[in-house]
């Protein structure tokens, strides 16, 4: 059964102070400014609490969208369901085929070329170099990029970088789905053949997880979300509920 089960999930991340090491602090005799926790062998850092105490059952069915303001929590929420985050407590428990479109030019070389590429990011969604090889031609049609596909990718444009990287991230069938707001894509004509690609993608996925700033875009998608406020879980439940909580508190 595809789920995704949190268990009292912090997340932390440590920021150590380099202004104790900056020329204009030794010139000006300037120690670290603010306040500040100490750590082992006295370096000093802030601890910024990203996550607090998360728990939450996602199940097969369920499209959740997540809510709150920005520094919310939200992006790390995803980080940590698509393996990116380990957390520092807790537990998390996924089932099933993950695709994250949270960052889908991860991992691309800048120096090879497209067809290249679509081995290599195939290869970091969990294909086997055979299934990226057979994925090509779906690629190549998609794209429309024709002989760029031969040359390397610092010669493409941002929007011909969006488009080879949206079209192989794509090109998977996944169990879970998590998205980090909606994919812009290219031109009003790629965008919309993006969209109905997107759509199809989501309609199959078992399980939807997405993060958006726009209510309407939630309230189509999904039929939970889930309301947090400075890294903790304040509210989930019915989409319709919470994003009018949501709303209310803005």
């Given amino acids: 059964m595809t789920s995704i089960e949190l268990n009292n999930v912090d997340i932390d991340f440590p920021i150590y102070d380099a202004r104790t090491r900056s020329l204009k602090h030794r010139v000006l005799g300037l120690g670290p400014l603010g306040p500040q926790r100490v750590g082992p062998a006295g370096h000093h850092r802030v601890l910024v609490h990203a996550l607090r105490g998360i728990t939450m059952s996602v199940r097969n069915g369920d499209r959740l969208g997540l809510v709150g303001r920005n520094g919310a929590g939200k992006t790390t929420l995803l980080r940590v ?55 090509i031609e779906d690629i190549e049609n998609f794209t429309e990029l024709g002989e760029y596909l031969n040359l390397p990718l610092r010669t493409y444009s941002a929007g011909m970088l969006v488009r080879l990287a949206f079209a192989i991230s794509t090109s998977i069938n996944p169990e879970i ?9 290219g031109d009003k004509a790629f965008a919309e053949k993006a969209t109905a690609r997107l759509q199809k993608m989501m309609a199959s996925a078992n399980i939807l997880v997405v993060a958006s700033h726009a209510s309407e875009t939630l309230r189509q998608l999904c039929n939970k979300a889930a309301l947090l406020r400075q890294g903790q879980l304040i509210a989930m439940g019915p989409v319709e509920e919470i994003l009018q909580r949501y709303e209310s508190e803005n």
Wanted: proline share 2%.
């Fill in 81 to 135: 369901m698509t393996g990116i985050y380990e957390p520092a407590v807790g537990s998390i428990q996924v089932n099933g085929r993950v695709a994250s479109l949270t960052n889908i030019t991860m991992g691309m070389d800048m120096e090879g070329t497209g067809y290249e590429n679509i081995v290599i990011r195939g290869l970091m969604l969990g294909l086997t170099r055979r299934q990226s090889m057979d994925r």
């Fill in 177 to 185: 789905l998590i998205m980090d707001e909606m994919i812009g894509a």
